[in-house]
């Protein structure tokens, strides 16, 4: 069943066009974006290594691509009213950007958890995913952060829905080497790791867990549907405290503090199982 008033046809279509304009560019942990992003009627986003990119800055790229494509039919500029493009670029625990990037500190999960802080999106657990959602995964000991596309059985083939022949998921995302990039993936949990032909790339040892630090999935709900920016900014803040167990001026201070070198708390070093 579609989710509540999901955005997952427009992600899907600017996945898709992603993938035709931008593949395979190059991947480096310390670059974003292939390119300077619109961001609805509002410019720009800023590459800092163009054209390569990263997992977490590649689905953050496919997030904004699809908003503008959505600004560009509708020309209803609210929703970037309720998050502006400063939030896309700050580094306080009032911006969505460190907490889709995962900043150290920031106790964020993956993209579905920043998006549901936010306000704008709700975590899922893996077996009610749809193609266009997000996960957030890990492995023994490196992440990734990619736009969900389809279950697979054993042998790297599409299910049509969640069931006892899931063995992993099919993915696209910026990952890999020489030179890496925009791309998909077929992910399989655990020690599973089949033999595909050369044109479907494996990502193995995907950790399975109900844990959403392990495993993190959900959507983003279609603009037109965000609450109020008041009421996203009361998310984010409810949120940060109840984690943090900050109240009053401790958490304005928090909330507000710039992160001067912030981190990523996975290792996304972008390498998969056939790179």
């Known amino acids: 069943m ?27 942990i310390n670059s974003y974006f292939t390119h300077n992003l619109k961001y609805g009627p509002d410019c720009c986003l800023r590459a800092n290594h163009p054209p390569k990119t990263m997992c977490v800055a590649a689905v953050t790229e496919i997030i904004v691509a699809a908003l503008t494509r959505w600004f560009e039919k509708t020309g209803d500029k ?9 939030s896309w670029q700050g580094g306080t625990k009032k911006d969505i950007r460190g907490h889709i990037f995962m900043y150290d500190g920031f106790g964020s999960n993956g993209t579905a958890h920043a998006l549901e802080r936010f306000g704008i999106g709700h975590q899922l657990p893996f077996a009610e995913l749809q193609p266009g959602d997000f996960i957030n995964f890990n492995r023994a000991k490196t992440g990734h952060a990619c736009v969900f596309l389809a279950y697979i059985d054993a042998a790297g083939n599409d299910l049509a829905a969640y069931g006892s022949s ?20 077929w992910a399989f949990f655990g020690n599973h790791c089949p033999v595909l032909p050369p044109n479907k790339k494996r990502d193995c040892g995907v950790i399975r867990s109900n844990d ?21 900014q009361t998310g984010v803040l409810d949120s ?4 943090a167990g900050l109240t009053g001026s401790a958490l304005e201070i928090e909330m507000t503090r710039e992160i001067a070198h912030p981190s990523f708390s996975r290792n996304f070093d972008g390498i998969t199982t056939d790179d």
């Open 166 to 185: 899931v063995a992993g998921f099919r993915y696209f995302s910026s990952q890999g080497s020489n030179p890496g990039g925009f791309g998909y993936r």
């Open 78 to 86: 609210t929703p970037f009213q309720k998050l502006p493009m400063k």
């Open 2 to 28: 579609p989710h509540e008033h999901e955005f997952n046809a427009a992600i899907l279509d600017a996945a898709k066009a992603i993938a035709a304009e931008w593949p395979e560019k190059g991947y480096d």
């Open 212 to 232: 959403p630090k392990l495993l993190c999935c959900g959507y983003m709900i279609s603009p037109d549907h965000w609450p109020p920016s008041t009421a996203i």
């Open 240 to 243: 940060v405290r109840r984690d």
